[in-house]
């Protein structure tokens, strides 16, 4: 609920890696939502903000778009709810450790450029482009494997932030997912961020947030 007492409202589609992120934040937090799903790339004319892009959280009239400002968002505005205590390790309730600020946003800012660069692929896909005909997807493919080898130097056997169930982990654990299911390109293959997927695929609300599958 939001401070109005209205329903806050999530427009997201089911396979959205974006969305899943702030879908999986929800789940974790116990915050009951409206969800607005359309799987289709809605229209220009039916955008929800100048990105065009979803996820959109709709908070009491309060709108906001990018899946890291949304749980920003939440996590600062709804920083008690927190119902399944017995899942471990918690939900961080920051989204980088306050003494490690500026290493764990440049880590959330390297996913987000990792996920960036995996959704293109999928969607030029739509194009018959691919990086074996296009150079700048090659160059994203690279930029993907490139980010990948750094996170793997960065990620501990416990995760982004050892103790935490981290949105770092989570930024990670959806784009490669979604690069897994829509058969994107290979992304295994680094002991750390293998393990870290494996265990984490049967967290409550990883199982709570399916995404269809739509090649
Ligand atoms: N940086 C954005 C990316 C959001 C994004 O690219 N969403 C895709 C769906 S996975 C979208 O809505 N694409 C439509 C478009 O780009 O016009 C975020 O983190 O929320």
């Given at each position: ?7 806050m ?14 879908r999986?934040v929800?789940?974790?937090k116990g915050l ?20 065009l892009a ?9 709108r ?6 949304i749980?920003?968002?939440?996590l ?8 399944d205590?017995?899942v471990a390790?918690?939900?961080s ?9 500026w290493?764990d ?17 999928r969607l030029m ?7 074996e005909?296009?150079?700048?997807l090659?160059?994203?493919?690279t930029?993907i494997e ?7 130097e ?12 981290s949105?770092?982990d ?5 784009p490669?997912?979604f690069c897994e299911?829509?058969?994107?390109m290979?992304?295994?293959?680094r ?8 265990r ?8 709570a947030?399916?995404?269809?599958i739509k090649?």
């Open positions: 609920m939001s401070g109005n007492g209205a329903l409202k999530l427009y997201c589609s089911n396979g959205s890696p974006f969305a899943r992120k702030v999986i929800l789940a974790e009951a939502y409206e969800a607005d799903i359309q799987d289709r790339v809605r229209p220009v004319e039916e955008a929800l903000g100048p990105t979803i996820p959109v959280l709709d908070d009491g009239g309060r906001l778009w990018e899946s890291d400002l749980i920003d968002y939440l600062k505005t709804y920083p008690d709810s927190r119902p205590a017995a390790p918690p939900l309730p920051w989204m980088a450790r306050p003494d490690r600020h290493d946003m440049t880590t959330l800012a390297t996913l987000a450029s990792c996920a960036g660069s995996i959704v293109n692929l896909r739509n194009d018959d482009l691919t990086p005909n296009s150079a700048y090659a160059r994203q493919k930029r490139r980010c990948l080898d750094w996170l793997e960065r990620v501990t056997d416990e995760g982004f932030a050892p103790g935490w169930f949105i770092m989570i930024a990670f654990l959806c490669v997912a299911a829509r058969e994107i290979p992304w295994r293959g002991r750390k961020l293998d393990a870290l997927f494996d984490c695929r049967t967290r409550p609300s990883l199982l947030t399916p995404t269809n090649r």
